[in-house]
């Protein structure tokens, strides 16, 4: 079957760095997606990886490991206004999206 | 117009009442998606759009869910019959295979509470 996991919930302090983990078992593979939601908002879209390695983009990283089935998002400097929930997905053969459940990101002063 | 809009943003409704939930996706692009988000949990596909058609409908909790897509734009999700545990946002996203990659865009949900 089909499978994505992720951390339920994370704490970090203002400034720190986080990484979340992110395992996939999917039909195919074509690449990994993150996204940030806040509450009571809809998903927003943070990065995409289809190739192995470490992609950059600002105070956000996403990392790919294909062999491994592996990817993690980290944030840098973090900020409270990053507090939401980060969802890992991977896009299937099909092209279709299987979602992880999402890491709720709790922030600390 | 510039992203994904659904309407209504909000109903409430009786059990045992049928809803229509509308979206309307980024102009051009060419697949569509439903989505269903309970309180606290991740989403729950429901089912997808390639223009007009409906490959996969896997993801259809019963028989009282069904949705439509005409003129490859405008989609309509129904729930007949409501039920208290239907109550979720139901969210819509767009994307096109037409980019190198499928990012999916999504609306701003409508949050469905059945009585």
């Known amino acids: 079957g089909q499978n994505i996991d992720q951390p339920t919930e994370m704490t970090a302090t203002e400034g720190a760095i986080v990484q979340i983990n992110c395992t996939y078992q999917?039909?195919?593979?074509?690449?990994l997606f993150w996204y940030q939601q806040h509450a009571g908002e809809a998903p927003t879209f943070l990065s995409y990886?289809?190739l192995d390695g470490l992609e950059e983009k600002g105070r956000f990283s996403s990392f790919l490991s294909r062999s491994k089935g592996y990817s993690y998002l980290l944030l840098k400097e973090l900020q409270m206004k990053d507090s939401a929930s980060y969802l890992c997905a991977a896009l299937d053969s099909n092209y279709q999206l299987i979602w992880g459940a999402g890491t709720k990101l709790i922030i600390k002063p | 117009g510039a992203g994904v809009s659904q309407s209504p943003s909000n109903k409430v409704t009786e059990k045992g009442k049928d809803v229509e939930l509308r979206c309307d996706p980024i102009s051009g692009h060419t697949a569509l998606y439903w989505y269903r988000q309970s309180l606290g949990q991740g989403l729950e596909f429901l089912i997808y759009?390639?223009?007009?058609?409906?490959?996969?409908k896997s993801g259809l909790p019963s028989d009282r869910f069904s949705a439509e897509r005409t003129g490859g734009s405008v989609s309509t999700l129904t729930i007949q019959r409501t039920q208290q545990e239907d109550s979720a946002v139901y969210l819509c996203a767009s994307s096109s295979r037409l980019a190198g990659y499928e990012t999916q865009y999504f609306g701003p949900g409508t949050r469905l509470l059945v009585l």
């Open positions: 999917t039909s195919g593979f074509n690449g």
């Open positions: 759009f390639q223009g007009n058609s409906a490959p996969d």
């Open positions: 990886n289809v």
